[in-house]
Protein backbone atom coordinates (compact mmCIF):
# COMPACT_ATOMS: atom_id res chain seq x y z
CA UNK A 1 0.00 0.00 0.00
CA UNK A 2 0.96 4.12 0.15
CA UNK A 3 3.16 5.11 2.29
CA UNK A 4 2.97 8.49 3.83
CA UNK A 5 6.20 9.57 6.26
CA UNK A 6 5.97 12.38 8.37
CA UNK A 7 9.34 13.92 10.21
CA UNK A 8 10.26 14.31 13.00
CA UNK A 9 7.85 12.00 14.43
CA UNK A 10 8.07 14.11 17.93
CA UNK A 11 10.02 17.53 18.42
CA UNK A 12 9.96 19.46 22.02
CA UNK A 13 10.45 22.77 21.95
CA UNK A 14 10.63 26.33 23.67
CA UNK A 15 7.78 29.00 23.50
CA UNK A 16 7.85 31.44 20.59
CA UNK A 17 10.28 29.03 18.70
CA UNK A 18 9.08 27.95 15.16
CA UNK A 19 8.88 24.48 13.99
CA UNK A 20 8.83 22.60 10.93
CA UNK A 21 6.78 19.57 10.19
CA UNK A 22 7.53 17.50 6.92
CA UNK A 23 4.81 15.10 5.37
CA UNK A 24 6.01 13.39 1.64
CA UNK A 25 4.47 10.56 -0.08
CA UNK A 26 7.03 7.54 -0.56
CA UNK A 27 5.51 6.19 -3.73
CA UNK A 28 2.82 7.85 -5.43
CA UNK A 29 1.70 11.91 -5.88
CA UNK A 30 -0.18 13.43 -4.12
CA UNK A 31 -1.82 16.72 -5.16
CA UNK A 32 -3.50 17.34 -2.57
CA UNK A 33 -2.73 16.84 1.10
CA UNK A 34 -4.35 17.56 4.35
CA UNK A 35 -3.44 18.46 7.74
CA UNK A 36 -5.08 17.63 10.83
CA UNK A 37 -4.60 18.60 14.68
CA UNK A 38 -5.91 15.66 17.58
CA UNK A 39 -6.04 16.86 20.94
CA UNK A 40 -5.44 14.11 23.43
CA UNK A 41 -8.99 11.91 23.72
CA UNK A 42 -10.51 14.56 20.69
CA UNK A 43 -11.02 13.05 17.17
CA UNK A 44 -8.83 14.36 14.10
CA UNK A 45 -9.77 18.44 13.52
CA UNK A 46 -9.19 19.44 9.61
CA UNK A 47 -6.54 22.30 9.88
CA UNK A 48 -6.17 22.59 6.31
CA UNK A 49 -5.79 21.36 2.64
CA UNK A 50 -2.67 21.45 0.96
CA UNK A 51 -2.98 21.38 -2.74
CA UNK A 52 0.07 21.28 -4.96
CA UNK A 53 1.25 24.96 -6.54
CA UNK A 54 -1.34 26.95 -4.74
CA UNK A 55 -2.19 28.68 -1.42
CA UNK A 56 -3.29 25.99 1.48
CA UNK A 57 -6.81 26.30 2.32
CA UNK A 58 -7.86 26.65 5.77
CA UNK A 59 -10.33 25.80 7.98
CA UNK A 60 -12.14 28.43 9.57
CA UNK A 61 -10.37 29.31 13.02
CA UNK A 62 -7.02 28.22 11.85
CA UNK A 63 -4.41 30.89 12.05
CA UNK A 64 -2.60 31.32 8.36
CA UNK A 65 -0.03 33.36 9.82
CA UNK A 66 0.92 30.87 12.53
CA UNK A 67 0.70 27.59 10.68
CA UNK A 68 2.08 27.69 7.49
CA UNK A 69 1.91 25.45 4.66
CA UNK A 70 3.82 25.00 1.82
CA UNK A 71 3.25 22.24 -0.75
CA UNK A 72 6.32 22.69 -3.22
CA UNK A 73 6.73 19.42 -5.22
CA UNK A 74 4.01 16.77 -5.83
CA UNK A 75 5.41 14.71 -2.46
CA UNK A 76 6.27 17.12 -0.07
CA UNK A 77 3.94 19.44 2.18
CA UNK A 78 5.45 21.40 5.33
CA UNK A 79 3.35 22.98 7.99
CA UNK A 80 5.32 25.36 10.18
CA UNK A 81 3.87 26.01 13.36
CA UNK A 82 5.22 30.02 13.97
CA UNK A 83 5.94 31.33 17.46
CA UNK A 84 4.88 28.02 19.03
CA UNK A 85 2.54 28.19 22.53
CA UNK A 86 2.04 25.66 25.23
CA UNK A 87 -1.73 25.29 23.96
CA UNK A 88 -0.50 24.39 20.56
CA UNK A 89 1.09 21.09 21.75
CA UNK A 90 -0.53 18.31 19.76
CA UNK A 91 -0.58 15.33 17.26
CA UNK A 92 -0.14 16.53 14.23
CA UNK A 93 -1.18 14.39 11.26
CA UNK A 94 -1.06 14.59 7.34
CA UNK A 95 -2.75 12.46 4.96
CA UNK A 96 -2.13 12.56 1.42
CA UNK A 97 -4.17 11.67 -1.75
CA UNK A 98 -3.34 9.23 -4.47
CA UNK A 99 -3.33 11.28 -7.56
CA UNK A 100 -3.85 7.79 -9.82
CA UNK A 101 -6.59 6.68 -7.77
CA UNK A 102 -8.19 9.34 -9.74
CA UNK A 103 -11.67 8.32 -10.63
CA UNK A 104 -11.72 5.26 -8.69
CA UNK A 105 -13.13 4.14 -5.39
CA UNK A 106 -12.70 3.93 -2.87
CA UNK A 107 -10.16 7.03 -2.59
CA UNK A 108 -8.39 6.47 0.62
CA UNK A 109 -6.30 8.70 2.25
CA UNK A 110 -3.19 7.86 3.44
CA UNK A 111 -2.47 8.86 6.96
CA UNK A 112 1.43 9.58 8.01
CA UNK A 113 2.55 8.40 11.47
CA UNK A 114 1.83 11.68 13.26
CA UNK A 115 4.01 14.30 14.53
CA UNK A 116 3.69 14.87 18.45
CA UNK A 117 4.43 18.73 19.35
CA UNK A 118 5.38 19.46 22.47
CA UNK A 119 5.80 23.20 23.50
CA UNK A 120 7.34 24.29 26.42
CA UNK B 1 -24.08 21.97 9.84
CA UNK B 2 -21.63 19.52 10.22
CA UNK B 3 -22.37 16.48 12.76
CA UNK B 4 -20.60 13.06 13.25
CA UNK B 5 -22.27 11.40 16.86
CA UNK B 6 -20.95 7.91 17.49
CA UNK B 7 -20.65 6.77 21.40
CA UNK B 8 -17.57 7.25 23.37
CA UNK B 9 -16.59 4.11 24.67
CA UNK B 10 -17.68 0.54 24.69
CA UNK B 11 -16.29 -2.35 26.36
CA UNK B 12 -16.54 -6.15 25.17
CA UNK B 13 -14.93 -9.38 25.74
CA UNK B 14 -12.86 -11.93 23.35
CA UNK B 15 -14.68 -13.53 21.06
CA UNK B 16 -17.71 -11.46 21.28
CA UNK B 17 -19.40 -9.14 18.28
CA UNK B 18 -19.67 -5.82 18.42
CA UNK B 19 -21.44 -3.11 16.64
CA UNK B 20 -20.34 0.27 17.02
CA UNK B 21 -22.69 3.05 15.50
CA UNK B 22 -22.07 6.55 13.74
CA UNK B 23 -24.91 9.08 12.67
CA UNK B 24 -24.32 11.90 10.97
CA UNK B 25 -25.83 15.64 9.56
CA UNK B 26 -23.03 16.87 6.89
CA UNK B 27 -23.66 19.47 3.94
CA UNK B 28 -22.67 16.65 1.28
CA UNK B 29 -22.27 13.45 1.12
CA UNK B 30 -19.45 11.11 -1.27
CA UNK B 31 -18.81 8.26 1.47
CA UNK B 32 -18.44 7.14 4.94
CA UNK B 33 -14.88 5.52 6.32
CA UNK B 34 -14.16 3.76 9.39
CA UNK B 35 -10.36 4.19 10.99
CA UNK B 36 -8.70 2.09 13.96
CA UNK B 37 -6.51 4.25 15.95
CA UNK B 38 -4.54 3.04 18.15
CA UNK B 39 -3.26 5.38 21.02
CA UNK B 40 -0.33 7.57 19.73
CA UNK B 41 -0.48 5.89 16.15
CA UNK B 42 -2.13 7.57 12.93
CA UNK B 43 -5.41 6.33 11.83
CA UNK B 44 -5.55 3.02 9.62
CA UNK B 45 -8.28 2.64 6.96
CA UNK B 46 -10.66 -0.49 7.68
CA UNK B 47 -13.77 0.03 5.19
CA UNK B 48 -15.84 2.46 2.77
CA UNK B 49 -19.23 2.85 2.06
CA UNK B 50 -20.51 5.15 -0.57
CA UNK B 51 -23.84 2.40 -1.20
CA UNK B 52 -26.57 1.41 1.08
CA UNK B 53 -25.89 -1.96 2.11
CA UNK B 54 -23.29 -3.91 3.76
CA UNK B 55 -19.54 -4.17 3.25
CA UNK B 56 -18.00 -7.71 4.35
CA UNK B 57 -14.32 -7.06 5.06
CA UNK B 58 -12.76 -10.17 7.00
CA UNK B 59 -13.90 -9.56 10.90
CA UNK B 60 -14.58 -6.33 9.99
CA UNK B 61 -17.98 -5.21 8.03
CA UNK B 62 -19.47 -1.66 7.60
CA UNK B 63 -23.28 -0.75 6.67
CA UNK B 64 -24.22 2.18 5.39
CA UNK B 65 -28.16 3.74 4.89
CA UNK B 66 -27.84 6.74 3.14
CA UNK B 67 -31.71 7.77 3.72
CA UNK B 68 -31.00 7.39 7.53
CA UNK B 69 -27.80 8.94 8.02
CA UNK B 70 -26.72 5.95 9.49
CA UNK B 71 -23.49 3.44 9.75
CA UNK B 72 -22.38 0.90 12.22
CA UNK B 73 -18.92 -1.20 12.03
CA UNK B 74 -19.40 -4.70 13.01
CA UNK B 75 -16.67 -6.17 14.86
CA UNK B 76 -16.80 -10.26 15.20
CA UNK B 77 -14.53 -12.70 16.86
CA UNK B 78 -12.90 -9.80 18.87
CA UNK B 79 -9.37 -9.90 19.59
CA UNK B 80 -7.25 -8.14 22.46
CA UNK B 81 -5.56 -6.20 19.83
CA UNK B 82 -8.88 -4.41 18.81
CA UNK B 83 -9.06 -2.40 21.80
CA UNK B 84 -8.35 0.89 19.68
CA UNK B 85 -10.47 3.84 18.60
CA UNK B 86 -12.90 3.60 16.02
CA UNK B 87 -13.27 6.91 14.12
CA UNK B 88 -16.22 7.09 11.64
CA UNK B 89 -15.96 9.81 8.78
CA UNK B 90 -17.87 11.54 6.51
CA UNK B 91 -16.30 13.06 3.20
CA UNK B 92 -18.32 15.79 1.24
CA UNK B 93 -19.69 16.21 -1.91
CA UNK B 94 -16.52 16.10 -4.15
CA UNK B 95 -13.82 13.49 -4.56
CA UNK B 96 -10.50 14.95 -2.90
CA UNK B 97 -12.09 16.71 -0.34
CA UNK B 98 -11.16 16.13 3.44
CA UNK B 99 -12.52 13.87 6.03
CA UNK B 100 -14.45 14.87 9.08
CA UNK B 101 -14.35 13.08 11.68
CA UNK B 102 -16.26 11.65 14.16
CA UNK B 103 -14.89 12.20 18.17
CA UNK B 104 -14.40 8.27 17.79
CA UNK B 105 -15.32 5.73 20.30
CA UNK B 106 -12.98 3.99 22.21
CA UNK B 107 -13.21 0.23 22.13
CA UNK B 108 -11.25 -2.09 25.31
CA UNK B 109 -11.94 -5.66 25.12
CA UNK B 110 -11.30 -7.94 27.60
CA UNK B 111 -10.30 -11.81 28.29
Known amino acids: GAVVSQHPSWVICKSGTSVKIECRSL??????MFWYRQFPKQSLMLMAT?????????EQGVEKDKFLINHASLTLSTLTVTSAHPEDSSFYIC????????????????FGPGTRLTVT | GQNIDQPTEMTATEGAIVQINCTYQ??????LFWYQQHAGEAPTFLSY????GLEEKGRFSSFLSRSKGYSYLLLKELQMKDSASYLC????????????FGKGTTLSVSS
Open chain 1, 27 to 32: DFQATT
Open chain 2, 89 to 100: AVRGNQAGTALI
Open chain 2, 26 to 31: TSGFNG
Open chain 2, 49 to 52: NVLD
Open chain 1, 95 to 110: SARDLGLAGEAPYEQY
Open chain 1, 50 to 58: SNEGSKATY
